[in-house]
């Protein structure tokens, strides 16, 4: 199924941004990506807000790889699971969980713990596909 592969795409290159965001943040980087990630936190009750801001943080994730090609992969990837996500509930109670893992996400990056950015990545992109799997045909 054409999900399967979004999902299949969007790994690749959130893992590899988390990856790299590690690498090569800037603090100015990270300051930003903290403030997007407050701006979440702010959006709790107000999807259009918090997904507008999560692609925000998504995108600036690949930012902070200093990868023009990164950032590029990542704003396709984001605009393809837009229209996925538009499937799922939203709840006040899973966007807070989301955003948990957001800040968990960035603490790794700040702390340059390339393993751990992974590893919270895959984690926090493994719910919505859990999800996606089994709301959409042929999952």
Do not use: K
Request: charged share 30%.
């Amino acid at each position: 199924a054409r999900w399967r592969e979004t999902c299949d795409e969007r790994l690749a290159v959130e893992l590899g941004v988390a990856l790299l965001a590690a690498q090569r943040a800037e603090r100015e980087d990270l300051d930003m990506l903290d403030e997007t990630a407050d701006a979440l936190e702010r959006a709790l009750d107000n999807f259009t807000a918090y997904r507008q801001a999560d692609i925000r943080l998504h995108v600036g994730l690949a930012e902070a790889t200093h990868s023009a090609t990164l950032v590029r992969a990542m704003t396709e990837v984001q605009g393809a699971m837009s229209d996925l996500i538009a499937h799922i509930a939203h709840p006040r109670e899973v966007l807070a969980s989301s955003n948990a893992q957001h800040h968990r996400i960035l603490a790794a990056v700040r702390e340059r713990d390339e393993i751990r950015a992974v590893r919270e990545m895959a984690e926090h992109l493994q719910g919505t596909e859990h999800i996606l799997a089994g709301l959409l045909p042929g999952g």
